[in-house]
């Protein structure tokens, strides 16, 4: 069966941006120009995705807005002729149909994917997480959805992390059987480096066959107190085989300031329009800190 829909999680608090996300949702902060969760949409719709369904909280109001038509705005474009900015504004509310429900609780990531099972139905499905921006020549995603058209099993995107940061993922253990291709034997959620078995780490990408629904329905509450994924497809691979795809790309952390600063940073020297000019300001930064 084809993989054709997708579930993005968005109804975290973001308090690692405020005061910024009292009342913008963290998803809607802009890379360069663009918001976030965008670019997490523009991956799924170039993998072959046909539906997503955001999974929102209290307070994301501003993620439907951006994906809907705003009249008054393209209307006031076009009375102006700024027929480039109209595209650039359509775009969103053109891609894919996109749907939306709450997250009442804030249970975690695997209630939050449990959230959508209804929409699911008996299909397998990606989950994309908004805090990993991922840049390669093939989407990550298509990348893992051919894997998992070859095997049929529940796929894990991963990448190696330092031994210091494996404490911030779930984290992968198993055999390499074929280049970039891993058995699951494992998975344990944010271990302490010292009981990490690995420093293979999901990257905020899966593709799960649809039984994950029935281990999430009776998911106690694991690391942070939270119902957590891993925990759930640590119990599927009971059940059946789960992969591991070492995806090819580039993985940014927008979840965090630092990750957040360093992808626009780098976002923004792959357009030509501000390449130059960045690169001259970025120089004169160093060349004052150099001197002060």
């Not at 942070?224 to 580039?250: P, R």
Request: with cysteine; glycine share 8%; proline share 5%.
């Amino acid at each position: 069966m084809k993989v054709k829909k997708a579930i993005i999680p968005a109804a975290g608090l973001g308090t690692r941006f405020l005061p910024a996300t009292k009342a913008m949702p963290k998803e809607m902060l802009p890379i360069v120009d663009k918001p976030a969760i965008q670019y997490i949409v523009e991956e799924a719709i170039n993998s072959g995705i046909e539906d997503i369904i955001i999974v929102t909280g209290k307070g994301k109001r501003a993620i439907e807005d951006h994906f809907d038509h705003s009249f008054e705005l393209e209307q006031n474009l076009i009375e102006k002729g700024k027929y480039d900015l109209l595209d650039q504004v359509q775009k969103p509310s053109k891609m894919v149909d996109i749907h939306y429900i709450r997250q009442k609780e804030p249970k975690g990531l695997g209630h939050a994917v449990w959230c959508a099972r209804k929409f699911i139905g008996d299909e397998p499905f990606a989950v994309l997480l908004g805090d990993d921006i991922i840049i390669s020549e093939k989407p990550c995603l298509k990348q893992m959805i051919e894997q998992y058209e070859r095997y049929n099993a529940s796929i894990l995107g991963v990448q190696m992390v330092g031994t210091k940061e494996v404490s911030r993922y779930g984290i992968v253990d198993g055999p390499v059987i074929r280049d970039r291709f891993y058995n699951v034997e494992g998975l344990i959620e944010k271990p302490d480096k010292d009981e990490a078995p690995s420093n293979l780490a999901i990257m905020g990408r899966y593709i799960l066959n649809p039984k994950i629904f029935d281990i999430l329905a009776m998911q106690g509450p694991g690391s942070g107190g939270e119902i957590q994924l891993t925990d759930a497809v640590a119990k599927l691979n009971q059940y059946e085989a789960v992969y591991a795809y070492d995806f090819e790309g580039i993985r940014y952390d927008v979840g965090e300031k630092m990750g957040f600063i360093q992808t626009t940073i780098e976002l923004a020297l792959q357009r030509e329009d501000l390449k130059t000019e960045l690169m001259d300001y970025l120089a004169s930064v160093v060349d004052r800190q150099l001197i002060g």
